[in-house]
């Protein structure tokens, strides 16, 4: 093989699921936090309190009170988090037959994508940060549900594309 045809072939060659969950985990990552941040400063809040927010899911209310170096260690928990979802993504996508049928095609895409953005923005809000945190979960009001819709836009979609990409 000539050496423009391997370079061909390694262009179409599945990427490993380290390298996969590298690019889908950076994406997500970075999409999940520019719409996290568009919606804080739009109900008038501070970026600083966002990233403490999220670090005082793990780390408890002290953070809150923590300064910019608070906000960091929420923006470091932010794509851990980020991370881990795209793993169970990419993980059922190796695993299931049906799944990697789906997001064959754009449509699939999509379809994938509105189910598992809003099932992470449900399981999230409902069930892991209340057990972590100990407090109630969250009455189901328009913000909220502006967040469950997001989740479809600037979480699922970006994972599924992402995800699906190195797999072709």
Not at 13 to 36: E, H, M, N, Q, Y
Not at 44 to 57: F, K
Not at 82 to 108: K, M
Request: aromatic residues 10%.
């Amino acid at each position: 093989m000539t050496s423009a045809g391997r370079a061909a072939h390694t262009a179409r060659a599945p990427s490993s699921f380290a390298a996969r969950l590298v690019r889908t985990g950076i994406t997500i990552g970075v999409v999940d936090a520019l719409w996290a941040v568009v919606l804080t400063v739009a109900y008038g809040r501070t970026i600083t309190a966002l990233w403490q927010g999220v670090a005082s899911v793990p780390f408890g209310k002290a953070v809150l009170e923590g300064g910019v170096a608070t906000a960091w260690l929420g923006l470091g928990v932010h794509f851990c988090v980020a991370f881990t979802w795209s793993a169970v993504f990419l993980f059922a996508h190796a695993q299931s037959a049906a799944l990697r049928r789906l997001v064959s095609t754009g449509a699939g895409v999509a379809v994938a994508s509105v189910i598992y953005g809003p099932l992470i923005w449900t399981l999230m809000s409902l069930v892991f940060i209340p057990l972590r945190t100990g407090n109630p979960a969250p009455a189901i009001t328009a913000r909220w549900m502006v967040q469950l819709v997001g989740h479809a836009f600037f979480v699922g979609l970006p994972i599924v594309w992402s995800a699906v990409q190195g797999s072709r």
